[in-house]
């Protein structure tokens, strides 16, 4: 059925589909950032955003490296460049129905003039 | 928080976390179709593809026409074009990231020459 790596792109849709979670991808583009850094930007509870971050991690999205005391993540951008391009190969698709079904059209009105 | 359209892309990226339901996507590209001949492609039951579907038309992803007897699906392009500028932006900006710390460490090299 043309699925691209489908259970790995089931996690990562999913980790997508929080705003929490896209929150936390948004910060980590800026910049790397401990657990409790992150933790102080949302109004939920640190365990939630742990939670939150734990899924992340096994999406592959974000990665947790331990430095001394501290939990320090990242973003990890393989998946996402994943997850754009299966839409991308759609949309793709869809639009060239689209510009062939609009050929057809400008095809069918010059034939009758 | 650089949020964007959250609640609507939380459906989107939700739609988008399950094979089956890209599958569908992936299928309606290609053409149209009936509820029944899309149910016909896949191992699972008439009710279980419905559902599928149903959560589908929620996300504003796949409009159902009503045509006599038969409901025709097709493809809504926007919200996976509203999905992929949400990925879009962040990898770009990441990747901005990226190539700013390389010329860094570039220049700390030449400067160290």
Same sequence: chains 1, 2.
Avoid: C
């Avoid at 043309?2 to 999913?14: I, Q």
């Avoid at 939150?52 to 490296?65: A, D, F, K, M, Y």
Wanted: hydrophobic content about 40%.
């Amino acid at each position: 059925m043309g699925e691209y790596r489908p259970a790995k792109l089931d996690d990562v849709f999913n980790a997508l589909s929080d705003p929490t979670r896209r929150a936390i991808l948004a910060r980590l583009t800026e910049t790397d950032a401990r657990v409790t850094e992150l933790a102080a930007h949302f109004p939920i509870s640190l365990n939630s955003v742990s939670k939150h971050i734990r899924l992340l991690e096994r999406s592959g999205l974000v990665r947790r490296r331990v430095v001394g005391r501290d939990h320090l993540l990242s973003l990890e951008p393989a998946p996402l460049a994943d997850a754009a391009e299966w839409i991308e190969h759609y949309r793709r698709f869809w639009e060239g129905r689209l510009a062939a079904l609009e050929d057809f059209v400008k095809n069918r009105k010059r034939n009758r003039q």
